[in-house]
């Protein structure tokens, strides 16, 4: 081996490189292309691709724009804010817009520990979880709720209860999430 093909001190030979396109598995983590994903989320594949264009999905790095040929690809995060979108969509017909507010609410929400809590229940099938967004500004303010009843003095977020939001956005959690786990 010549020393330019070391890559370390130790005189270890560099990894072998992998290419990514059009694999359907990369890691650990089963991968969905989009055509899948619209399929498990029932959802068509147009509506997927301009959310993604649009921010609200975000594929894999290094799947995105490749051009013919090449799979965008999705891994258990973005599946499930897809699920999360689609009955959204489905629920109230939100233009592309307020859904990328929403995914964006939603991956801000899950630094949170009660929400790791809420898809966790939701990923079970135990419990009826709900997602309830109430506008904020420019921007939703996203809580989870637990059991058949929602209380209107819930608070969703934004300091407020739930009758003094001018609307309010419910998504059944389980539902969405048992669309993923139904396969």
């Known amino acids: 081996m010549t020393p330019s093909q070391l890559n370390s001190l130790f005189d270890v030979?560099?990894?072998?490189?992998?290419?990514?396109?059009?694999?359907?598995?990369?890691?650990?983590?089963?991968?969905?292309?989009?055509?899948?994903?619209?399929?498990?989320?029932?959802?068509?594949?147009?509506?997927?691709?301009?959310?993604?264009?649009?921010?609200?999905?975000?594929?894999l790095d290094g799947t995105d724009r490749k051009g013919s040929g090449a799979w965008r690809l999705y891994g258990r995060g973005e599946s499930e804010l897809a699920a999360i979108l689609a009955e959204a969509?489905?629920?109230?017909?939100?233009?592309?817009?307020?859904?990328?507010?929403?995914?964006?609410?939603?991956?801000?929400?899950?630094?949170?520990?009660?929400?790791?809590?809420?898809?966790?229940?939701?990923?079970?099938?135990?419990?009826?979880?709900?997602?309830?967004?109430a506008p904020k500004g420019e921007d939703y303010a996203i809580s989870y709720a637990t059991g058949a009843v929602l209380s209107l003095a819930g608070n969703p977020g934004n300091g407020s209860a739930l009758r003094d939001c001018g609307a309010i956005l419910v998504v059944n959690l389980t539902a969405a999430l048992g669309r993923l786990n139904a396969s």
Do not use: C, Y
């Open 13 to 59: 030979p560099p990894a072998p490189t992998k290419r990514a396109k059009n694999v359907k598995r990369i890691s650990d983590d089963a991968l969905l292309s989009l055509t899948a994903l619209a399929q498990l989320v029932k959802a068509k594949p147009r509506a997927l691709q301009l959310w993604t264009d649009a921010g609200a999905l975000k594929p």
């Open 89 to 133: 969509h489905q629920g109230f017909r939100l233009p592309v817009g307020m859904l990328a507010l929403l995914a964006g609410a939603v991956r801000q929400s899950q630094e949170q520990p009660a929400t790791t809590e809420a898809f966790e229940r939701a990923r079970r099938g135990t419990h009826a979880v709900w997602l309830i967004g």
